[in-house]
């Protein structure tokens, strides 16, 4: 986004202009953006020609899904739902990984019966389930073993998942107690090793202290994995200090890495094919003052974006209409749900704003409309596509209708 004659534009796009014809609140994102960062993430590790599988929670729309697809993603899923967006945008099973701890019979059975190429298995029981079921079919199933390599990616302790506190993958013990029960199987074929440490990582570092660890366990446990799944968690910069990830550090990690293993990488990225891609478009309602605050009072609210009542997680707020004239104020920029958690951000020396002014919130490609709900009863936001002047509705706005 940017500023042409003082007014935000998406690609060609005016954010009034928008608002004008699809209303708020509205989940606007620039296919330019997408196109950008996937042909970015590619040139960055293109070395090892890597199967990239985009991570469906992320983003859970079929029409943004289906433009990945043109440029030959996968998707990593982690529910029956996600396999079946993800088939349903045209992405080959071959190129379909499903994780997660907890996957029913049904998921299981489903994602057999449908020859994806892995089934990233996090237990001892999941193993033996799809073991049983794969019997049961006649099938010899390729599964992948998620291992906890016990590293802090430094990053929100609610997006931490590679350490021995945290619920995913088995440790070392229970890694090598599989490779040797099952190497020799009817039914499965270990086929990957898999890992993923956090989300929203900017340093390089704990990438390669994992890298270090699955060095060590490849060469001890002496087996050859044809695929070894790094996960995603390649952050991005929701604000302008943030440091950026260095691709190319982590880069030759991985090449020299696969100097000693002969296995095809996968990567699982979300937040950093998405994240910057969207804003959520919103009109404030109201301005109030309570004691020494104003609440900047919005038609969009946590239902619609949940992350900074979830995590405090920070997204920028742009006006639509930029002005020089700063405010004295501190503006309180939040939703009417019934939560005082409902808020997105505080800001003092904002420029002066008004009640029906526009705002944009910032990188909510990323975990926005994938973690939005009903709550209030508050019907979903309308999905937007810019490309160029042209828009395009991706997913039409919710009616009070369709749930109540």
């Known amino acids: ?152 990616a430094n990053t929100l302790s609610q997006i931490s998942t590679g350490k021995k506190e945290n619920k995913f993958g088995v440790d070392e013990k229970t890694l090598f107690d599989i490779i040797n029960y099952y190497k020799n199987s009817k039914n499965i074929e270990l086929k990957c090793l898999s890992v993923h440490i956090g989300s929203q990582i900017l340093n390089h570092k704990p990438y390669e202290k994992m890298l270090k660890v699955l060095n060590r366990i490849i060469k001890k446990v002496n087996y050859q994995f044809e695929f070894i799944d790094l996960g995603g968690g390649m952050g991005i910069s929701y604000e302008d200090n943030n440091k950026m990830l260095d691709y190319k550090k982590y880069n030759t990690a991985i090449k020299n890495f696969l100097k000693y293993h002969k296995s095809k990488i996968i990567f699982e990225p979300g937040r950093s094919i998405v994240g910057n891609t969207g804003c959520l478009i919103s009109q404030i309602i109201y301005i109030k003052k309570n004691g020494r605050k104003n609440f900047v009072i919005l038609d969009a609210a946590m239902n619609d974006m949940m992350r900074p009542a979830l995590y405090g997680a920070y997204h920028k707020i742009l006006p639509s209409l930029k002005s020089n004239k700063k405010s004295k104020k501190s503006y309180e920029f939040v939703g009417p749900i019934c939560e005082t958690t409902d808020k997105f951000i505080s800001i003092r020396g904002y420029q002066e704003l008004k009640e029906k002014d526009f705002i944009a919130i910032c990188d909510v490609g990323a975990y926005g409309m994938s973690l939005s709900s009903n709550y209030n009863l508050r019907p979903k936001a309308i999905e937007l596509l810019v490309k160029g002047s042209k828009i395009k509705v991706i997913r039409k706005r919710q009616k009070h209708k369709d749930f109540i």
């Open 1 to 152: 986004m940017k500023y042409i004659n003082k007014k935000l534009t998406i690609e060609k796009v005016s954010l009034r202009n928008i608002t004008r014809r699809y209303k708020t609140p509205a989940y606007c994102y620039s296919y330019d953006r997408l196109e950008k960062n996937i042909i970015n993430f590619k040139k960055n590790f293109n070395s090892f020609n890597p199967l990239i599988c985009f991570s469906i929670k992320s983003n859970t729309n079929v029409n943004l899904i289906k433009e990945m697809k043109k440029f030959g993603l996968g998707a990593d899923v982690v529910s029956m739902g996600e396999l079946m967006i993800a088939l349903k945008a045209g992405i080959q099973p071959k190129k379909i990984v499903f994780s997660g701890v907890g996957k029913t019979s049904n998921e299981i059975s489903y994602a057999i019966d449908k020859k994806i190429l892995l089934i990233n298995a996090e237990s001892k029981s999941e193993i033996s389930e799809i073991a049983r079921i794969a019997k049961l079919k006649k099938k010899r199933v390729h599964i992948g073993i998620r291992l906890n390599p016990n590293t802090d």
